[in-house]
């Protein structure tokens, strides 16, 4: 089954403890991204990554990380998560061909106290 | 910059009755992808619909429906006799490149009651 998958689906961590979300897509999709949700504020990016070695920062870029080392995986790491960070995050993967919807996966709710 | 404005944050209707989701887009180009995504209480995130520029066609998928109107910058979402599990948040979206990064509105919170 095509699909993105997140792990971990809930964290409960504490300001400062390094964590990594990891996302992986068993589609070969070269485009990835990562988007949080807030309320009011709809989904924003993070950072994308076109292909394997290639990432940039979306609109929200700050205190995030991302690595591309292998075409299927995109991890998430917050290296000193903080309060603000508190929130619901979507991986994304799509092909890079005209004509095709991104495809997201379950999210990954995020509390850091 | 891309801007989506969704202006409806939140909408409660009864069952059987129709209604519009409004989706007001800005972007400065000439190319560009718009989405329809609907987020039920189970939290993913659901693709409903994509259409470029170029495709101006109204389109109807069951009891969905999509009016695009690039003279007003619109992509509206209208559903005809709701039901109690169209319950959800809808997201319209933008993006520049049909794969690319999306930009997203705010929301709109939709409570169909029995």
């Known amino acids: 089954e095509a699909q993105v998958t997140q792990n971990p689906r809930y964290l409960i961590t504490v300001t400062g403890k390094k964590l990594t979300v990891t996302c992986s897509q068993n589609?070969?999709?070269?485009?990835m991204s990562w988007y949080r949700q807030d309320p009011g504020l709809g989904l924003r990016q993070i950072y994308y990554?076109?292909?394997?070695?290639?990432?940039d920062k979306g609109d929200v870029p700050e205190g995030y990380k991302v690595s591309r080392k292998e075409k299927r995986n995109f991890p998430l790491i917050l290296e000193s998560p903080s309060p603000n960070q508190t929130s619901l995050y979507f991986c994304?993967?799509?092909?890079?061909?005209?004509?095709?919807?991104?495809?997201f996966g379950p999210g990954t709710r995020l509390t850091v106290t | 910059a891309q801007k989506v404005t969704q202006a409806q944050t939140e909408i409660s209707v009864v069952e059987k009755e129709d209604v519009t989701l409004d989706c007001v887009y800005e972007t400065r180009d000439t190319t560009y992808y718009l989405f329809w995504y609907k987020q039920p209480p189970s939290g993913e995130l659901v693709f409903l619909i994509r259409?470029?520029?170029?495709?101006?066609q109204n389109e109807i998928s069951g009891r969905y429906s999509w009016n695009f109107q690039k003279s007003t910058s619109s992509f509206n979402f209208t559903i005809t006799a709701s039901q109690v599990v169209d319950s959800a948040v809808y997201f319209c979206a933008l993006s520049l490149e049909s794969y690319g990064k999306l930009t997203f509105g705010q929301g709109t919170i939709l409570t169909v009651h029995p």
């Open positions: 589609m070969n999709h070269e485009y």
């Open positions: 994304a993967s799509s092909p890079r061909t005209s004509g095709r919807e991104q495809y």
């Open positions: 259409r470029n520029s170029f495709d101006e």
């Open positions: 990554s076109m292909n394997v070695e290639v990432t």
